[in-house]
């Protein structure tokens, strides 16, 4: 069974940072060669798609609204994967999941207030 658990939100001001986490078990991120994203539900709207990254050739995609302020990326022996978000807005505000394959964790609150 997979178990994706995310962790590094917070409150933070406009046009701040902050840096995601997601360990996951259960599958091995050296052997794995599909689908890795992150989502993001705001309240009182639908799931949308933030970034993904393909792993069997490391192809990166973005929602145009983050494009040049979000990372996303990998670490395979550390089974991570990790999403930068810099020049935060108010609009960023959500729940934020990340999604392996099938898999999806908990989420983790990110707040861009001042």
């Known amino acids: 069974e997979v178990n994706l658990v995310e962790s590094g939100g917070g409150l933070v001001q406009p046009g701040g940072s902050l840096r995601l986490s997601c360990v996951a078990s259960?599958?091995?991120?050296?052997?794995?060669?599909?689908?890795m994203s992150w989502v993001r539900q705001a309240p009182g709207k639908g799931r949308e798609w933030v970034a993904s990254?393909?792993?069997?050739?490391?192809?990166?995609t973005y929602k145009d609204s983050v494009k040049g302020r979000f990372t996303i990326s990998r670490d395979n022996a550390e089974n991570t994967l990790y999403l930068q978000m810099n020049g935060l807005k108010a609009d960023d505000t959500a729940v934020y999941y990340c999604?392996?394959?099938?898999?999806r964790g908990q989420g983790t609150q990110v707040t861009v207030s001042s």
């Open positions: 999604e392996v394959g099938r898999w």
């Open positions: 259960g599958v091995s991120f050296s052997r794995y060669k599909s689908s």
């Open positions: 990254l393909f792993a069997g050739d490391d192809t990166i």
